[in-house]
């Protein structure tokens, strides 16, 4: 069983930037998928970012060249830098972590961005 923690949502103005951390409960270096998820208000919950356990990483369109998703195994934490934040960005984030055979979430941390 592995429990993560998400952090770093909050209310900002757009063009500033946040990172989101997910921290693990026990060790990520066997992890072979960890992403980042967001569900806006009544929709439906995408994929923003994803990185695989050798280092491929996939961005959704919306956010390329904008957020950089990261891992640091030392620390069994996940990053979401985000730069640039527009008003569609406003969603609940989740992590996803895939230590086969099982997937794990988190609880979600809002990020708002104002106009």
């Known amino acids: 069983q592995v429990q993560l923690v998400e952090s770093g949502g909050g209310l900002v103005q757009a063009g500033t930037s946040l990172r989101l951390s997910c921290a693990a409960s026990?060790?990520?270096?066997?992890?072979?998928?960890m992403g980042w998820y967001r569900q806006a208000l009544g929709k439906q919950r995408d994929l923003v970012a994803s990185?695989?356990?050798?280092?491929?990483?996939n961005y959704a369109d919306s956010v390329k060249g904008r957020f950089t998703i990261s891992r640091d195994n030392t620390k069994n934490t996940l990053y979401l830098q985000m730069n640039s934040l527009k008003p569609e960005d406003t969603a609940v984030y989740y992590c996803?972590?895939?230590?086969?055979?099982?997937?794990?979430w988190g609880q979600g941390t809002q990020v708002t961005v104002s106009s």
């Open positions: 026990r060790s990520i270096v066997s992890s072979t998928y």
């Open positions: 990185i695989s356990q050798g280092g491929k990483i």
């Open positions: 996803n972590i895939v230590i086969v055979p099982y997937g794990y």
